[in-house]
T-cell receptor
Framework: KNEVEQSPQNLTAQEGEFITINCSYSVGISALHWLQQHPGGGIVSLFMLSSGKKKHGRLIATINIQEKHSSLHITASHPRDSAVYICAVQFYGGATNKLIFGTGTLLAVQP | ETGVTQTPRHLVMGMTNKKSLKCEQHLGHNAMYWYKQSAKKPLELMFVYNFKEQTENNSVPSRFSPECPNSSHLFLHLHTLQPEDSALYLC????????????FGPGTRLTVT
């Protein structure tokens, strides 16, 4: 069993829909990251959060530390949101903070 | 543009070749990372350098040899690779190896024939 589980693995939505991607983890963490990976391979960090909620434009990330769960929401989805969304949890491993990654959620937003 | 560049973007090499991947960051960061992303698998941390010192080697085979000559540059030297080493290799940097956001490069798509 992966230490970081994402759901769903694949998601197809119509333009304008509200989208939710979920992430559950089993280890104690210092922070959780949401990342976006486009088909070319490059990864962009969307959020880093350790409690509560963060918002950036149409993206909202929430985390519940007690339940070991985070969600990424996209409001008014657009085809340019099509990408792989990756959840990663950060924990302190000696001299370095380490990231453990989920397998990602492939999102396709159709016009 | 994230401020982290990687070259080459694509590389095809035979199992007996020696090649190097290069990563450069223009963000003034002190920590740099190598990650491997294989098909249908999560990203895996390979190495971490913090202030030019290696602080993490995630049980990576010795055919992968990292080098960090300064805080802005990171290399991954490759020799006698196996076909299963074919993957996307991503470099990242952060302010230091503490709890900071990481900035990723575009990756090098490596194919070992």
């Amino acid at each position: 069993k992966n230490e970081v589980e994402q759901s769903p693995q694949n998601l197809t939505a119509q333009e304008g829909e509200f989208i939710t991607i979920n992430c559950s983890y089993s280890v104690g963490i210092s922070a959780l990251h949401w990342l976006q990976q486009h088909p070319g391979g490059g990864i962009v960090s969307l959020f880093m959060l350790s409690s509560g909620k963060k918002k950036h434009g149409r993206l909202i990330a929430t985390i519940n530390i007690q339940e070991k769960h985070s969600s990424l929401h996209i409001t008014a989805s657009h085809p340019r949101d099509s990408a792989v969304y990756i959840c990663a949890v950060q924990f302190y491993g000696g001299a370095t903070n380490k990231l453990i990654f989920g397998t990602g959620t492939l999102l396709a937003v159709q016009p | 543009e994230t401020g982290v560049t990687q070259t080459p973007r694509h590389l095809v090499m035979g199992m007996t070749n020696k090649k190097s991947l290069k990563c450069e960051q223009h963000l003034g960061h002190n920590a740099m990372y190598w990650y491997k992303q294989s098909a249908k698998k999560p990203l895996e941390l390979m190495f971490v350098y913090n202030f030019k010192e290696q602080t993490e080697n995630n049980s990576v085979p010795s055919r992968f040899s990292p080098e960090c000559p300064n805080s802005s540059h990171l290399f991954l030297h490759l020799h006698t690779l196996q076909p299963e080493d074919s993957a996307l290799y991503l470099c990242a940097s952060s302010q230091d190896a503490g709890s900071y956001e990481q900035y990723f490069g575009p990756g090098t798509r490596l194919t070992v024939t």
